[in-house]
């Protein structure tokens, strides 16, 4: 399954490149974002995200993107991102996103697992090639991590599995060039 | 180059994902308790407008002397470790797995033998409940060679018809009501020796928790159990 989605998104990332260099059609996004937990055990989990993006039109693109997440441990994120802009561009536009791929665990500890987030925002035009982005989505994140605890009498470990269902919040930038 | 570098992004990403194995490593004489779920392990749990989602059940594992006395808790699922039930009403749930609570014998302000949201479960032996069946890695120290460990499990609101929704407080069969319990929790037990060569355990069905959480005593009468028998298919311990 994880070799299934990082060949995906090596190809999409192959493509990306391959297509943008013809048509030099680029654009760079760059957010922070929270959720607010909706399950048990709860975190409320803080992300900064970095998105670069193609743009085969003028309101689809699609792009990798990668960044940290922090929950009970810290997570990289890698993922294949498709946005769509609603309508002609305006001062304020509507969007839909999907964002989808795997999170590395960087702790011994941990592990990372399947990474989704479909959400939709507007973005407000600042300058000509600069947009302010806000997004409100819903975001899965599976992780699994060790547990230890030693008494007198015993030494006990276990592997927790942790799918967080999250309420996203997002605020950043893109950039065109 | 770009395609050397997206090659070599690639299978960087490859190797990083080949190293996330399993994260328990075993060695010798460490005990591997796995608990195989059954056919009810999931259980629908009402939320609104009805509206149901499939709930885990609760779970506690912890060990005792031959003779009796709590020694250890090994694992206690999440919800009620910290008190982080959903939809409860204020009802701190004391029949979800009372047999635990009794033995454990720590009470509270309130009387009831439960951890509070203030004085929860120490967190690295409390665990999101699995959606599946999962193992549990235990090593004695201290020459600590016969021991029980004892397993319970519960589901909320696993009404049958005998404990049913609509029992009356006092009544043999009464659960804690609309939200409670339904089916009782289920006690499994297995006795270890390790100065014996057996490697191999497998902890057995002794009864049923006290159906409202009143008291710690276990019933032996199953007669009345049906689906909540379904809810674990088997405990094999085995020593590595």
Known sequence: MKHIILTSLALLSVITFIKAEEQNSFSFSTTIGMGITMNTPSYHSITWQAIGYYNPTERLSVGMGTGL?????????????????????????????L????????SKDAVGGCYLNPSIGIQHTLKKRMKLHLALGYESQNLKRVKKHSDEYFLKEFEEQLSHKSISLKFGVISKF | MKKMVLTFIYLSLVCLCSCQNDLIEYRHEDIKLSIEKGEAWLHDFPLFLGIKFKNPPQIAIWVESIQGEYLSTIYVSHKIATQSWEGNDNNRRKEALPHWCYSRGIQHN??????TKDKPLIDGISGATPKGSFDVKIHPINNVTRFVVKIEVNHSTDFNEFYNKSAKANDENYSGGKQGSGQPALVYAVDIDLSRDLTFYEAELIGHSSPDGSSGSISEDLSNITTARNIVKNIIIKIL
Do not use: C, H, M
């Open chain 1, 99 to 106: 964002a989808a791929g795997y999170s590395f665990a960087l």
């Open chain 1, 69 to 97: 997440s922090f929950y009970e441990k810290i997570l990289i994120p890698i993922y294949g991102d498709i946005n769509f802009q609603i309508g002609r561009e305006r001062i304020i536009t509507p969007f839909i996103e």
């Open chain 2, 110 to 115: 309130d009387g009831l033998y439960l951890p």
